[in-house]
């Protein structure tokens, strides 16, 4: 039996066409008609016969979706968000898919008022509602620009208990009633009503959003970030003034990570030579450019003449920074007997030596017959080769050469011979 429009049909169910209407989605068209490629119901639309899924859609955060989370981590500038649940879309239901599971508020975005340290305005295992506001590279949200966003629940630090809403301190709109907490959170109109909407006016005002802080809210604010690092428990056991641990001045952060706190070097932009700064140490005849030069030359305009002139720099740093590094001498078929010292003073007449040595037998300590001589100078080093190569020394013709840094693949070529 042919399905016809407006029936349910399961993969591989013949369908009827009407007269003038064309194969739309879902359908497949063959040699033995038309007929269904997966579950759904019939549907024409504009001429066109389509097969619309029963399958929910795949529960991916979008720019414009509110969703809910729960705080998972605190850092000094960021708190990132635990999706649960995306309230404007049909497949709510659904799982969000594991790579979209966590988004970033930052901390600009989380009240239209001065908050240094994201600790200040939310803590862990907070529930909020907050909206993407960008998915690339990864997600973002905000909590401002709507009175329905922000804190929906929250827990008291200290006991566990359920925080609820108080305005006889000003800055201080959540309380315990069991013990004596008393903090602030960015509070949505709809705080403490689980799925409710109350929107409730004078919540979300207790946020005082463009508002200065009070003078006893402000002296607890975390300025140098110090809260974060530490658990809501340990945090109302140290009391509202604490020394921060020794063990974090040193860290990049106040987190109990071990990444040490990077050295910046100043240096100049080789494009336009504009100060600037870099955390390596530069290396001479390397390019080294601002982040206006390196988006200029990224995005193809940089001119032919500045990139003319970045490479005559770039070849006069080459050049003197090899003339400082000097010239190390491979010197070969040495007399056994010669010391040093006689070494020394035969290679010194050609320019000042940073260093010398000959290479000898780690059991005997006898001479193996070849030695290495550094000099300060390019041009004294090429005079010496010029000079003493096949020179008799001792009564042995000597070699005399450039020594070569790659020794490991000269040797990998020599033995390919």
């Not at 007997?337 to 040595?357: M, Y």
Request: positive net charge.
């Amino acid at each position: 039996m042919l399905a016809s429009p407006g029936d349910f049909v399961s993969p591989g169910t013949p369908v009827m066409m009407p007269e003038g209407v064309e194969v739309g989605d879902g359908l497949y068209e063959g040699n033995n008609g038309v007929i269904a490629s997966y579950s759904g119901i019939l549907e024409i639309n504009d001429g066109i016969l389509n097969l619309i899924p029963d399958r929910p859609q795949i529960n991916t955060p979008d720019i414009g979706d509110i969703f809910i989370g729960q705080v998972n981590k605190l850092n000094p500038k960021t708190a990132e968000i635990k999706i649960l649940h995306i309230e404007n879309t049909n497949s709510g239901h659904r799982d969000v898919p594991a790579l979209s599971q966590f988004a970033d508020i930052y901390i600009t975005e989380l009240v239209d008022r001065f908050i240094p340290s994201v600790g200040d305005t939310m803590r862990s295992r907070d529930i909020i509602r907050a909206k993407i506001i960008d998915n690339d590279p990864i997600l973002k949200a905000s909590t401002k620009g709507d009175k329905n966003l922000g804190v929906l629940h929250a827990l008291c630090p200290a006991c566990g208990l359920d925080l609820h809403i108080s305005d006889k301190k000003i800055d201080f709109n959540v309380k315990c009633t069991r013990c004596d907490y008393t903090g602030y959170r960015v509070l949505s109109s709809d705080y403490g009503t689980g799925f409710t909407t109350k929107n409730d006016d004078n919540i979300s005002s207790l946020n005082r959003a463009g508002e200065r802080w009070s003078p006893s809210a402000d002296a607890i604010l975390g300025h140098d970030g110090a809260r974060p690092y530490l658990s809501p428990m340990a945090d109302f056991r140290r009391g509202i003034s604490h020394k921060k641990p020794e063990i974090t001045k040193s860290k990049r952060d106040n987190f109990s990570n071990s990444r040490p706190q990077r050295t910046m070097h100043a240096t100049n932009c080789t494009l336009c030579n504009v100060k600037t700064e870099v955390p390596f140490v530069p290396t001479p005849g390397k390019p080294i450019r601002c982040r206006e030069c390196m988006s200029k030359v990224k995005e193809g305009k940089a001119s032919k003449d500045e990139l003319s002139k970045e490479r005559e720099i770039l070849m006069k740093a080459r050049s003197k920074s090899s003339e400082e590094a000097g010239i190390k001498l491979f010197v070969a078929s040495l007399d056994y007997e010669i010391t040093e010292d006689e070494l020394t003073k035969i290679f010194s007449q050609f320019g000042e030596i940073k260093d010398l040595h000959i290479a000898s037998d780690k059991e005997t300590g006898k001479s193996k017959g070849f030695a290495f001589v550094t000099f300060q100078n390019i041009k004294d080093g090429k005079k010496a080769i010029s000079k003493l190569k096949n020179k008799e020394l001792n009564g042995r013709k000597i070699s005399v050469q450039e020594s070569r840094q790659d020794s490991s693949r000269n040797r990998k070529n020599r033995n390919r011979k």
